[in-house]
């Protein structure tokens, strides 16, 4: 599986969009992203994933780049209850479990 | 609809004790996974399993050992803990098909620290 490069840490004001890069420039044709979050301790929470095209749902956007090389992650209006740790990982569906890094700590500010 | 249930949620050992963890899942899925997490790192991953009756190894096997005898249950268990072994376990399960969704379901974690 592909590695990913995110930032250790953001702040976001509470109300803004947060924007979450990663850079995952190994990535083959047939991997997909997939953002997770965790929140304080609790066990890590799906947000959204994507191969080619973009995605959206109720929790966040999903922008891959044309060359599939880095994504954004895209939390519209941040919440004080977004504060927590994102994962961005890369891995082809229907494989081997996910592999996470050590994500980005965003803390949004009030 | 309980989803992932892990127990126990709290556990302390003494060095050279042994014990199972137990991850339920009641949403059909065939993998299930288990996690480790120690502080201030991702999860890394133990071991896992493709379906009933199967297991493999993840970045972080050893000491311990698990097993699936039945598709919704996972068992993790350390048959002789050690200090190192300290850190907050989270199981995981999901249905790993594309054509209806790869998300992965984690628990809410055991908590296990080793005296």
């Known amino acids: 599986d592909a590695k990913t490069t995110q930032p250790p840490s953001m702040d976001c004001a509470e109300g803004r969009a947060a924007n979450l890069p990663c850079n995952h420039s190994?990535?083959?044709?047939?991997?997909?992203v997939y953002w997770y979050r965790q929140i304080h301790s609790q066990g890590p929470q799906y947000i959204i994933h994507g191969l080619k095209n973009n995605e959206t749902n109720e929790m966040a956007s999903l922008i891959i780049t044309e060359d599939r090389k880095s994504s954004t992650l895209i939390l519209p209006h941040a919440t004080l209850r977004d504060t927590a740790v994102y994962y961005c990982i890369v891995g082809l569906a229907g494989n081997t479990p996910l592999v996470f890094g050590k994500g980005t700590r965003l803390s949004v500010i009030a | 609809n309980a989803g992932v249930t892990q127990t126990p949620k709290f556990r302390v050992l003494k060095t050279g004790q042994s014990m199972t963890l137990l991850c339920a899942q009641d949403?059909?899925?065939?993998?299930m996974y288990w996690y480790r997490q120690d502080p201030g790192m991702g999860l890394r991953l133990i071991h896992y399993s493709v379906g009933e009756g199967t297991t493999a190894k993840g970045e972080v096997p050893d000491g311990y050992n698990v097993s699936r005898l039945k598709k919704q249950n996972f068992l993790l268990g350390l048959e002789s803990a050690a200090p190192s072994q300290t850190s907050v376990y989270f199981c995981?399960?999901?249905?790993?098909?594309?054509?209806?969704?790869?998300?992965?379901?984690f628990g809410q974690g055991t908590r296990l620290t080793v005296v």
């Open positions: 949403m059909n899925h065939e993998y």
């Open positions: 995981a399960s999901s249905y790993q098909d594309p054509r209806v969704g790869t998300e992965a379901f």
């Open positions: 190994t990535i083959s044709g047939n991997e997909y």
